[in-house]
């Protein structure tokens, strides 16, 4: 499955973003997508997951309130809705896809990778 991410851009703090990764090649089936980042110097770390299939959703404690992440069957689509953004969510932003079953939280888990997409966020 290839994925494309998009939706990033520049914002000012407070403010909301929304990440669309849409699968192509195949649907994301019994695959679960997740959202990962990187902050500029710092190791990509992990954001957001759902499973494709049943819709389950977790996220990172230091995202909790303010992302949500959802997905459009329809549109074979997940999104990142990121609201109150912080200067600290300042990375860039990756979709991946994983075939495991248990929450995976390590870019290793992920099979599928999209090409990134930058948020930035001033202060």
């Known amino acids: 499955v290839q994925l494309q991410a998009s939706g990033g851009g520049l914002v000012q703090a407070g403010g909301s973003l929304r990440l669309s990764c849409e699968a192509s090649?195949?649907?994301?089936?019994?695959?679960?997508v997740g959202w990962f980042r990187q902050p500029p110097g710092k190791e990509r770390e992990f954001v957001a997951r759902?499973?494709?299939?049943?819709?389950?959703?977790f996220l990172v404690d230091s995202v909790k309130g303010r992302f949500a992440i959802s997905k459009d069957n329809a549109k074979n689509t997940v999104y990142l809705q990121m609201n109150s953004l912080k200067p600290e969510d300042t990375a860039v932003y990756y979709c991946?896809?994983?075939?495991?079953?248990?929450?995976?939280?390590?870019?290793?888990?992920?099979?599928?990778w999209g090409q990134g997409t930058q948020v930035t966020v001033s202060s």
């Open positions: 991946a896809a994983t075939s495991m079953r248990t929450i995976a939280t390590i870019p290793v888990r992920y099979d599928h």
């Open positions: 759902i499973n494709w299939s049943g819709g389950y959703a």
């Open positions: 090649g195949r649907t994301f089936g019994s695959y679960a």
